[in-house]
């Protein structure tokens, strides 16, 4: 199985071996996870995400504790899912949760800076939109996720996020980059990129999510598997917001 490339999708999340002190592999074929179960999932945690996300929103910026508590909170979360293996409904819902405040609150904040109130709206149209897109392809075979777009990918992550990481640090010392970040012609190649890049993710999410279901994965870990999906569609979300503010800010200058 190819690496997804996705930290909440390890190579180890559908092996047996992982939970030798669960019995899930002994019950019948109906305990087993299905491409449907994640689906309904899925759809679970994107309800609540949008409704905690909709809420913070709208409040802002009265509710700025609640984005601050969502970073937090959705950080926290998220490493404990990912290193102690929770497939807990209760520990993923709370991620999504959290994952929601964060959002609107971020939302609210690229609203304001670009003057487009309506930006949620048209960022999550647009992310929807892209995974339809890159469901239809994967299921029509038009694209594969091998071995080589695994390399491709993960170098194109990895290299993504050390330039964030370099702007969080410089951000402290007054250090900016402006030719990326900026409004301008290669900060919007830029997001286009990254967006690129994100919705990439979503095919190693579906392939490796598929796998799991041809090995026979138990049921239970469709929530993780569901997880693992809105940790990718967050991120693309949040990148077409920035990229749409980028190209707002740019035609208003």
């Known amino acids: 199985m190819y690496r997804s490339g996705n930290p909440a999708l ?20 109906s305990n ?10 899925t759809g679970i945690l994107l309800l609540i995400t949008a409704t905690s996300a909709i809420a913070t ?27 102690s293996r929770s497939n807990s409904p209760f520990l993923i819902c709370s991620y999504a949760l959290f994952e929601g405040l964060f959002l609107g609150g971020i939302t609210w904040i690229f609203a304001q800076q670009s ?6 709206i048209i960022a999550a149209s647009i992310t929807f939109l892209i995974l339809a897109v890159m469901i239809t392809i994967y299921r029509l075979g038009l694209i594969h996720w091998d071995k080589n777009m695994q390399i491709a990918v993960t170098s194109a992550m990895a290299a993504i996020f050390l330039i964030y990481l370099i702007s969080i640090i410089g951000s402290f010392i007054g250090f900016e980059i402006p030719l990326i970040h900026g409004s301008g012609p290669v900060g919007i190649a830029f997001s286009l990129f990254v967006v690129g890049i994100a919705s990439l993710c979503l095919v190693a999410d579906f392939d490796f999510i598929e796998r799991g279901v041809l090995r026979g994965a138990p049921k239970q870990l469709e929530w993780r598997a569901a997880f693992g999906l809105l940790v ?8 077409i917001l920035k990229l749409i503010a980028k190209i707002t800010i740019n035609m208003r200058n």
Request: charged share 15%.
């Open 10 to 29: 390890s190579d180890s999340t559908f092996d047996k071996n992982m939970y030798k002190d669960t019995n899930w592999w002994d019950n019948s074929n």
């Open 32 to 41: 087993q996870m299905s491409i449907e179960g994640v689906s309904e999932k």
């Open 57 to 83: 929103s709208m409040m802002m910026p009265e509710s700025s504790i609640l984005f601050i508590i969502g970073f937090v909170g959705s950080l926290i979360s998220a490493l404990i899912i990912i290193f």
């Open 115 to 120: 003057g487009l109130e309506s930006i949620g």
């Open 232 to 239: 990718t569609l967050a991120w693309l979300y949040l990148e």
